[in-house]
Nanobody, 125 residues
Framework: QLQLVESGGGLVQPGGSLRLSCAAS????????MAWFRQAPGKEREDVIC????????TYLDSVKGRFTISRDSSKSAVILEMSSLKAEDTAVYYC??????????????????WGQGTQVTVSS
């Protein structure tokens, strides 16, 4: 069973940066489509960004385009979410998720099979 563990969340000032990591032990994530989601208090979960098996990426939220990037660190079997120019509205619990099929990034709301426990990101002065 693939288990995902997110790390790197925390408190950051507006305009700052954070680097979230999603790692799996005993599995390589290279063969999975990987995505980051977020859920703010009182709001529904949002698809944020995805990276496909082939390395193509898709950003779902217009509000994070140009500020968030997703990449793989194959040496650590991890997927990285780099966040910059953070805003208060980026405050949320961030989750990573994985699926083997389909391995291309699709439309928002598609099913993912494996989920991490989430990491809190708080953007505040």
């Amino acid at each position: 069973q693939l288990q995902l563990v997110e790390s790197g969340g925390g408190l950051v000032q507006p305009g700052g940066s954070l680097r979230l990591s999603c790692a799996a032990s005993g599995f390589t994530l290279d063969y999975y489509a990987m995505a980051w989601f977020r859920q703010a208090p009182g709001k529904e979960r949002e698809d944020v960004i995805c990276i496909s098996y082939g390395g193509g990426t898709k950003t779902y939220l217009d509000s994070v385009k140009g500020r968030f990037t997703i990449s793989r660190d194959s040496s650590k079997s991890a997927v990285i979410l780099e966040m910059s120019s953070l805003k208060a509205e980026d405050t949320a619990v961030y989750y990573c998720a994985a699926r083997a099929h389909p391995w291309l990034c699709g439309s928002p709301g598609e099913r993912y099979d494996f989920w991490g426990q989430g990491t809190q990101v708080t953007v505040s002065s």
